[in-house]
């Protein structure tokens, strides 16, 4: 595989100890230093990069009893590049003098919940510590007390602290990398009015501007790598296959057109990923300042209007970008927002870092009543999971091909999975089940191609979005529920009332009875845009562990109490109503790069 281009954040595991000598902090040396190692193997054999390497800890070179190994500790962090901190001890420490004190970096503790030493009480005061000094963490202890000698860590713990990292990882991923903007807004749409102030205070990104004009400029002097780009058109006539042209036979266009659009739609997809993240290739024909990129772990391009009524529209770039594949083989997805809507390309790149996997960028279209499917669709009642109606997610013209719903889980569920564990046969049935159809000119003029496909029924799915409120700031919504597979007739006759040229994804929201949860109809009522992502996975859970990190509010969620993980010092502003105690905590603490 082609080295990843941006630098993984390491995982500091910092093993704290009771201070005193002279028998105490001797008998618990190496009982300190196991936890460490034990958690360090945990991580590394779990969690993995974007590349699919493992990730790194880095373990303080001693047990830290008080404030002078804490700041070696430090020392080396800073060193080695580590991007969050889990301390680790059995046992009573000098909570003040043995705390992590970077106010960026996300921390936890876990404190071993034994009875021959007091771990736990440690945890209460370096939390009680963090929460005085509005350094928030993330205390672990588990529920079962376990003997000293005990080196097996339960369920409850593991799973905590596999959240806690995974959230981390992309906090301290994201911290120094760009978005860029290729354009502005597009028709008027709030979402891609990029905010600089939320990219850098919340996410500690930079935004980078670019004019369209780069594309026609670089598509005109031929600013990419030519031996790419054919080995790229090659690939694509044999791979991506054309469907039924919808439009009227004024407006067709012809077969000369076409292939042009489809040779600019290539273009575009190189130029674009060469923007993001640069090309060692530009560099021997000339082109060493394009070839540096922006530094992008995602973007945005414009579109429509300015661009796409003269020239072919993104829809290939965006999809072939996202996909977690293309001519060179099976590779982490570039994360491309449709009509530049920075804040969708933001929970794009949540969902990536989360899961290591695709992302679905997508309309919010249309809810589906029973009655009103039943009314178009001679009579087909919606049952089982979408009884009570259906969202119909649908992106005017790209979405990741990983969508189709052809890879699937270790139950033989589909799903959308990290690009190593991707197999090429499922691969190839998400090309071959992608139809690229010429765009409707009555909306782009300038041609171009866009994805049709239709997910699998049974995925596991969570539909974010991020929102901006004025006077609040930044907001996430979380529904957690399945896509839904229907007969082909009654699918054409709901999908083909709108352009029929798109991707589709029938959505049904698991409901609770409760509030924006109350019905299928009151999710899509209470949703804040028109645009969603959709995560493969139950995986709300990790999205309000990663909001909380970053200081941004949930405001509607579906995600069962006991699987939200949230920093300590969040009970400090409520216990009862968490929702309410996530909104003051987060307005509290403001920013995290503030």
């Given at each position: 595989?082609?080295?990843?281009?941006?630098?993984?954040?390491?995982?500091?595991?910092?093993?704290?100890?009771?201070g005193r000598r002279g028998g105490v902090r001797e008998s618990l040396e190496d009982i300190t230093m196991n936890m460490a190692k034990r958690v360090a193997k945990l991580f590394s054999d779990e969690l993995r990069?974007?590349?699919?390497?493992?990730?790194?800890?880095?373990?303080?070179?001693?047990?830290?009893?008080?404030?002078?190994?804490?700041?070696?500790?430090?020392?080396?962090?800073?060193?080695?590049?580590?991007?969050?901190?889990?301390?680790?001890?059995?046992?009573?420490?000098?909570?003040?003098?043995?705390?992590?004190?970077?106010?960026?970096?996300?921390?936890?503790?876990?404190?071993?919940?034994?009875?021959?030493?007091?771990?736990?009480?440690?945890?209460?005061?370096?939390?009680?510590?963090?929460?005085?000094?509005?350094?928030?963490?993330?205390?672990?202890?588990?529920?079962?007390?376990?003997?000293?000698?005990?080196?097996?860590?339960?369920?409850?713990?593991?799973?905590?602290?596999?959240?806690?990292?995974?959230?981390?990882?992309?906090?301290?991923?994201?911290?120094?990398?760009?978005?860029?903007?290729?354009?502005?807004?597009?028709?008027?749409?709030?979402?891609?009015?990029?905010?600089?102030?939320?990219?850098?205070?919340?996410?500690?990104?930079?935004?980078?501007?670019?004019?369209?004009?780069?594309?026609?400029?670089?598509?005109?002097?031929?600013?990419?790598?030519?031996?790419?780009?054919?080995?790229?058109?090659?690939?694509?006539?044999?791979?991506?296959?054309?469907?039924?042209?919808?439009?009227?036979?004024?407006?067709?266009?012809?077969?000369?057109?076409?292939?042009?659009?489809?040779?600019?739609?290539?273009?575009?997809?190189?130029?674009?990923?060469?923007?993001?993240?640069?090309?060692?290739?530009?560099?021997?024909?000339?082109?060493?300042?394009?070839?540096?990129?922006?530094?992008?772990?995602?973007?945005?391009?414009?579109?429509?209007?300015?661009?796409?009524?003269?020239?072919?529209?993104?829809?290939?770039?965006?999809?072939i970008l996202n996909t977690s594949f293309d001519w060179n083989g099976k590779r982490p997805p570039y994360i491309v927002a449709t009509e530049n809507d920075a804040l969708n390309g933001a929970g794009m790149l949540?969902?990536?870092?989360?899961?290591?996997?695709?992302?679905?960028?997508?309309?919010?279209?249309?809810?589906?009543?029973?009655?009103?499917?039943?009314?178009?669709?001679?009579?087909?009642?919606?049952?089982?999971?979408?009884?009570?109606?259906?969202?119909?997610?649908?992106?005017?013209?790209?979405?990741?091909?990983?969508?189709?719903?052809?890879?699937?889980?270790?139950?033989?569920?589909?799903?959308?999975?990290?690009?190593?564990?991707?197999?090429?046969?499922?691969?190839?049935?998400?090309?071959?089940?992608?139809?690229?159809?010429?765009?409707?000119?009555?909306?782009?003029?300038?041609?171009?191609?866009?994805?049709?496909?239709?997910?699998?029924?049974?995925?596991?799915?969570?539909?974010?979005?991020?929102?901006?409120?004025?006077?609040?700031?930044?907001?996430?919504?979380?529904?957690?529920?399945?896509?839904?597979?229907?007969?082909?007739?009654?699918?054409?006759?709901?999908?083909?009332?709108?352009?029929?040229?798109?991707?589709?994804?029938?959505?049904?929201?698991?409901?609770?009875?409760?509030?924006?949860?109350?019905?299928?109809?009151?999710?899509?009522?209470?949703?804040?845009?028109?645009?969603?992502?959709?995560?493969?996975?139950?995986?709300?859970?990790?999205?309000?562990?990663?909001?909380?990190?970053?200081?941004?509010?949930?405001?509607?969620?579906?995600?069962?109490?006991?699987?939200?993980?949230?920093?300590?010092?969040w009970r400090a502003f409520g216990t009862a109503d968490l929702e309410g105690a996530d909104f003051r905590a987060c307005q509290s603490y403001g920013p995290l790069y503030k």
């Amino acid at each position: 595989m082609s080295k990843h281009p941006f630098p993984f954040p390491k995982i500091g595991i910092r093993p704290t100890i009771d201070g005193r000598r002279g028998g105490v902090r001797e008998s618990l040396e190496d009982i300190t230093m196991n936890m460490a190692k034990r958690v360090a193997k945990l991580f590394s054999d779990e969690l993995r990069n974007l590349d699919g390497s493992a990730v790194e800890c880095v373990i303080a070179d001693s047990t830290i009893g008080g404030v002078r190994e804490a700041a070696a500790c430090e020392e080396k962090f800073q060193r080695e590049g580590v991007g969050l901190s889990l301390t680790v001890t059995p046992c009573w420490c000098y909570g003040s003098e043995t705390m992590d004190m970077d106010p960026h970096r996300p921390k936890a503790i876990w404190g071993f919940n034994g009875t021959e030493r007091p771990g736990a009480v440690y945890l209460a005061a370096a939390l009680a510590g963090h929460t005085q000094k509005g350094i928030p963490a993330f205390g672990i202890y588990g529920k079962d007390v376990q003997d000293a000698g005990d080196d097996s860590m339960p369920e409850d713990v593991v799973i905590k602290l596999l959240t806690f990292a995974r959230a981390g990882l992309a906090v301290a991923y994201m911290r120094g990398k760009a978005y860029l903007s290729m354009g502005g807004t597009s028709m008027g749409i709030a979402g891609s009015v990029v905010d600089s102030s939320f990219w850098e205070g919340n996410l500690g990104m930079r935004v980078e501007a670019i004019d369209m004009s780069e594309f026609a400029g670089r598509m005109r002097k031929g600013t990419y790598d030519q031996a790419e780009y054919e080995k790229a058109l090659a690939w694509v006539k044999e791979n991506c296959p054309e469907g039924k042209d919808y439009n009227s036979e004024e407006t067709k266009r012809s077969r000369e057109q076409l292939d042009s659009e489809w040779e600019d739609s290539v273009k575009m997809a190189l130029i674009a990923r060469d923007l993001m993240v640069g090309n060692d290739n530009l560099v021997e024909a000339g082109y060493g300042e394009q070839a540096q990129g922006h530094y992008a772990i995602a973007a945005g391009f414009q579109g429509q209007r300015q661009w796409t009524d003269h020239f072919p529209n993104g829809d290939f770039m965006e999809a072939i970008l996202n996909t977690s594949f293309d001519w060179n083989g099976k590779r982490p997805p570039y994360i491309v927002a449709t009509e530049n809507d920075a804040l969708n390309g933001a929970g794009m790149l949540f969902g990536q870092l989360l899961t290591n996997s695709a992302q679905i960028f997508a309309d919010l279209r249309t809810y589906w009543s029973p009655d009103a499917v039943a009314r178009v669709a001679d009579g087909y009642q919606l049952e089982g999971k979408a009884a009570d109606g259906l969202l119909h997610l649908i992106n005017s013209g790209p979405a990741a091909l990983d969508g189709t719903g052809d890879q699937t889980d270790a139950d033989g569920k589909p799903t959308m999975k990290p690009f190593w564990e991707i197999t090429d046969e499922e691969a190839e049935a998400s090309l071959k089940n992608t139809t690229w159809h010429p765009s409707i000119t009555e909306y782009f003029p300038g041609g171009g191609m866009s994805t049709r496909f239709k997910t699998k029924g049974g995925m596991k799915a969570t539909m974010i979005r991020l929102n901006l409120a004025a006077g609040l700031g930044p907001c996430l919504q979380i529904a957690e529920g399945w896509t839904v597979e229907l007969p082909e007739n009654v699918h054409d006759a709901l999908d083909e009332r709108t352009n029929p040229s798109w991707p589709t994804t029938w959505f049904a929201p698991r409901l609770t009875g409760k509030g924006a949860f109350s019905s299928a109809y009151e999710v899509m009522n209470n949703w804040g845009a028109n645009h969603c992502v959709m995560t493969a996975g139950h995986v709300g859970d990790l999205y309000i562990t990663l909001a909380s990190m970053l200081r941004i509010p949930v405001y509607m969620h579906n995600i069962e109490e006991e699987r939200v993980f949230r920093p300590s010092a969040w009970r400090a502003f409520g216990t009862a109503d968490l929702e309410g105690a996530d909104f003051r905590a987060c307005q509290s603490y403001g920013p995290l790069y503030k």
